[in-house]
């Protein structure tokens, strides 16, 4: 179970942070040594060798690819530590790169975090990830509107879809929603909305038991882009994961601005929790030991 945080009354889960991978320490110091012509001055001899190899005209093969294989392995360069805080020269940490993964943040944090320019994002897709909430109603619809809506709730809770610990309001706004829309459509054309040809056509929409309905739902071919028709449902306490990546001159400006007391608290816990994830050997770059 992931650590909570309460705020202002209400407790919130928090998201979890995993490090897929960092790389371009040693192609940072090179970019640096090539702007100076200071190749020789370097600590590491991998960046000496590989400098001689690519100022030559011949084809050294085999023997350049092993030596720039060894500058991607170097995990510690004197020349960036004084770039970064001696020179506060930090153009050359735009070559360093470090991909997250982002394991159950809110759709708040999303819109706060896509505001940083200077990444890559791909988030999971609410369009796409969301008919198990529309099969969980559609099931609930037949035992009538109070065993359903308690139906619908137990199963929702389930999903484990928000990121804050009580979460019978969102639940309840969601059910609500969605009655409203099936009665203003009528139920035939809500249906259509909901459902896949396949749903309508294998029989499944005449069960009577709700859980038999839903793992049938679940089982069938699910309609595309349900989104579009019921994202209208989420509510910014929505879970989501996502895996971004960043360069280690826009991670400094990141772990700067959402380390901020005036950010919003939950992006504060996510840029600690990317802060701990994050190697030493960059974070040393960027952020000043205390």
């Not at 209400?10 to 940072?28: D, I, N, R």
């Not at 093969?61 to 020349?79: C, F, R, T």
């Not at 982002?102 to 008919?131: D, F, P, W």
């Amino acid at each position: 179970m992931n650590k909570t945080i309460k705020h202002n009354g209400v407790e919130y889960y928090l998201p979890t942070v995993t490090l897929l991978k960092a790389e371009g320490l040693g192609l940072a110091e090179l970019a640096g040594r090539t702007a100076y012509n200071s190749y020789d001055k370097s600590e590491n001899n991998a960046i000496k060798d590989l400098a001689i190899l690519l100022k030559e005209d011949e084809d050294y093969g085999i023997e350049l690819d092993n030596n720039i294989a060894k500058v991607n392995a170097i995990e510690a360069s004197e020349l960036l530590t004084n770039l970064a805080w001696v020179h506060h020269h930090h153009s050359v940490l735009e070559m360093c790169e470090l991909w997250f993964f982002v394991k159950g943040t809110n759709r708040a944090c999303l819109a706060e975090h896509s505001r940083h320019r200077i990444q890559e994002l791909t988030v999971q897709s609410t369009r796409y990830t969301m008919s198990s909430v529309i099969n969980a109603f559609l099931a609930s619809q037949v035992c009538g509107h109070t065993n359903g809506y308690n139906w619908f709730l137990n199963k929702v809770k389930e999903f484990d879809m928000f990121t804050v610990k009580d979460q019978e309001e969102d639940i309840h706004f969601m059910y609500r929603r969605l009655l409203k829309q099936k009665i203003a459509l009528g139920e035939e054309k809500f249906i259509e909305l909901a459902t896949s040809k396949d749903m309508r056509t294998n029989g499944v929409m005449n069960q009577h038991n709700p859980d038999i309905m839903f793992e049938a739902l679940q089982a069938s071919k699910q309609a595309r882009n349900i989104g579009d028709s019921f994202k209208h449902i989420v509510t910014d306490n929505w879970k989501v994961d996502l895996v971004f990546k960043m360069n280690l001159r826009s991670l400094k400006n990141y772990l700067k601005l959402r380390n901020s007391g005036a950010a919003y608290f939950l992006m504060r816990e996510l840029a600690k929790a990317v802060q701990e994830a994050t190697p030493k050997n960059y974070l040393d770059l960027i952020v000043k030991e205390k």
